[in-house]
């Protein structure tokens, strides 16, 4: 099974910009398709995007879709999202998430029965203003 972990949180000015990390072990890490997620404390997890098994093709929560972009790198087991100009309503730990399935990921906070098999154990992202 696909293990993960994220890096590259921390503090940051609004306007910034931070690239995310989320590094994969385990042999099949090409066959799965891998969701960004963003919870506050209080509230509920929240769809960020999503990203394809070979990498061409991403999904994104409309909020968010031209401020953040991912990409993955198989050959390094590693899938990214750049944030750019961030907002302090983007503070949050950021979770990665890996399933087989695309649209597990993608409707996982709206379908309760819809879970991702993987996540990671999130990274702090804190915006300040």
């Known amino acids: 099974q696909v293990q993960l972990v994220e890096s590259g949180g921390g503090v940051v000015q609004a306007g910034g910009s931070l690239r995310l990390s989320c590094a994969a072990s385990?042999?099949?890490?090409?066959?799965?398709?891998v969701g960004w997620f963003r919870q506050v404390p209080g509230k509920e997890r929240e769809f960020v995007g999503a990203?394809?098994?070979?990498?061409?093709?991403?999904y994104y929560a409309d909020s968010m879709k031209d401020r953040f972009t991912s990409s993955r790198d198989n050959a390094r087991d590693a899938v990214y999202l750049q944030m750019d100009s961030l907002k302090p309503g983007d503070t949050a730990v950021y979770y990665c998430?890996?399933?087989?399935?695309?649209?597990?990921?993608?409707?996982?906070?709206?379908?309760?029965?819809?879970?991702?098999?993987?996540w990671g154990q999130g990274t702090l992202v804190t915006v300040s203003s």
């Open positions: 990203i394809i098994k070979s990498g061409s093709s991403t």
């Open positions: 998430a890996a399933d087989p399935v695309l649209r597990t990921l993608v409707v996982a906070t709206s379908d309760k029965d819809s879970n991702p098999e993987v």
């Open positions: 385990g042999r099949t890490f090409s066959t799965y398709a």
